[in-house]
């Protein structure tokens, strides 16, 4: 059973929130959605996968951005998980107000939404369904297609970009 505390939490400080929550090591990703022919897109950090059956994942996306209110209009949109060597597109997607594909070359996936060519991998999704909590909507998004490549993610820890080691062990599979 699941329950609610019955006394208020106390105020957590939004600064120590996010310098602890930056300890937690991500990936990286790139959002792009399409509307009335329009390309958006937005670089996010805050993306898991759901279930295996069906395949679900959800990704953080900030109130307010023209991305969000693409997404949620248009109901589809890529998660385009970036390699290390992309930190430029990384930077490119998250200053905002900027067009974003400005030269750049993308190409149109399976489900009609742009996706990042050499990212490390993209996954094209129909909107599950969203929510707001907090300053961001909640996107459940239903994966249709996927698209895989070698190389390694590009990574996010104490607010920089980050190398991955690999410990060349046996891979766990506990998590799923």
Do not use: K
Request: negative net charge.
């Amino acid at each position: 059973m699941i329950t609610t505390p019955s006394s208020p939490a106390a105020t957590v400080d939004p600064m120590t929130m996010r310098r602890t929550m930056g300890r937690f090591a991500t990936g990286v990703a790139v959002i792009t959605t399409s509307t009335a022919g329009t390309p958006h897109g937005m670089t996010v950090n805050s993306l898991t996968s759901v279930s295996l059956e069906p395949p679900l994942l959800l990704v953080c996306l900030t109130i307010g951005a023209r991305t969000t209110d693409a997404i949620v209009e248009g109901g589809r949109f890529a998660v385009n998980i970036l390699s290390a060597r992309q930190e430029q597109l990384a930077l490119r997607f998250a200053r905002r107000g900027e067009d974003h594909f400005a030269g750049l070359d993308v190409t149109t996936g399976g489900h009609r939404v742009p996706v990042i060519p050499d990212a490390f991998a993209h996954l094209e999704c129909d909107v599950e369904r969203h929510f707001v909590a907090g300053d961001h909507v909640v996107v459940f998004g239903h994966v249709i297609n996927v698209c895989e490549r070698e190389g390694e993610p590009l990574a996010f820890l104490g607010g920089r970009f980050a190398d991955l080691v690999d410990r060349a062990s046996e891979p766990v599979h506990w998590f799923f």
